[in-house]
T-cell receptor, first 113, second 111 residues
C-alpha cells in the first residue's frame, strides 16, 4: 500500500474555470477527509465521508464546491467558477475508523490566476 | 469552538539539542491529539497519536505528552538533526469527524 494518493499535484487555472481533484485513500480505510491549507496556516476542515456518505461539511465549503465518493472508494473535489481566494493546498486524508490515526496525501496545490 | 495554539511559531537550534514544542487547546473534551510533520510544499506525515486516555506516546527520538485537563501537549525531540527541520503541527479531534489544527511551529536545525 502506497498511502493516500492525490492527483494532480499542481494545478494552475484561470479565474472562472472549473477544476477537479482526485484522492485515492488507503485501501480498507472507510473514512475520507478533505482539508484546505493556505500559506503559513494549519489545515482547515472542509468535509468528510464515511464510505460513500458525506456526513459533514464545513461552512468553508461554499456552493461552488462539491465533493463525491462514489462506491466508497476514491473521492473527487470539484470547484466551480474558481476565484483567486481558492488558491491553496487541498489535502486529502483517510483513516480506518473513527478516532484512529489520520494519514494525509501529498496535497494538490491550486493556483488561480 | 475549539482553538489550537502552538508556541513558538518558529524555532532555530543547533544540531544535537533537545527541544520541546508546545501545543494548547481551549476545549479539553477531546478524543485524541495527533502530531504531524510537514516539509515545504508537501503533505502531512503523522508522527504520533495520543488517545485522550493516554498521557504520552513515544516513537524513536520523539515523545509526546498530553495533559487533557489543562489543555496542553508537548512534543519532545531528542538529539535534533538537520533532517528534523520542518513545520510541526498538532491537531485535536473533538467531534469524531474532524481535526482542528494549530498554525504550526517551523523548526530549523542548524548543522
Amino acid at each position: 500500500d502506497t498511502g493516500v494518493s492525490q492527483n494532480p499535484r499542481h494545478k494552475i487555472t484561470k479565474r472562472g474555470q472549473n477544476v477537479t481533484f482526485r484522492c485515492d485513500p488507503i485501501s480498507e480505510h472507510n473514512r475520507l477527509y478533505w482539508y484546505r491549507q493556505t500559506l503559513g496556516q494549519g489545515p482547515e476542515f472542509l468535509t468528510y465521508f464515511q464510505n460513500e456518505a458525506q456526513l459533514e461539511k464545513s461552512r468553508l465549503l461554499s456552493d461552488r464546491f462539491s465533493a463525491e465518493r462514489p462506491k466508497g472508494s476514491f473521492s473527487t473535489l470539484e470547484i466551480q467558477r474558481t476565484e483567486q481566494g481558492d488558491s491553496a493546498m487541498y489535502l486529502c486524508a483517510s483513516s480506518l475508523r473513527i478516532l484512529t490515526e489520520a494519514f494525509f496525501g501529498q496535497g494538490t496545490r491550486l493556483t488561480v490566476v | 469552538k475549539q482553538e489550537v495554539t502552538q508556541i513558538p511559531a518558529a524555532l532555530s537550534v543547533p544540531e544535537g539539542e533537545n527541544l520541546v514544542l508546545n501545543c494548547s487547546f481551549t476545549d479539553s473534551a477531546i478524543y485524541n491529539l495527533q502530531w504531524f510533520r510537514q516539509d515545504p510544499g508537501k503533505g502531512l506525515t503523522s508522527l504520533l497519536l495520543i488517545q485522550s486516555s493516554q498521557r504520552e506516546q513515544t516513537s524513536g527520538r520523539l515523545n509526546a505528552s498530553l495533559d487533557k485537563s489543562s489543555g496542553r501537549s508537548t512534543l519532545y525531540i531528542a538529539a535534533s538533526q538537520p533532517g528534523d527541520s520542518a513545520t510541526y503541527l498538532c491537531a485535536v479531534e473533538t467531534s469524531g469527524s474532524r481535526l482542528t489544527f494549530g498554525e504550526g511551529t517551523q523548526l530549523t536545525v542548524n548543522p
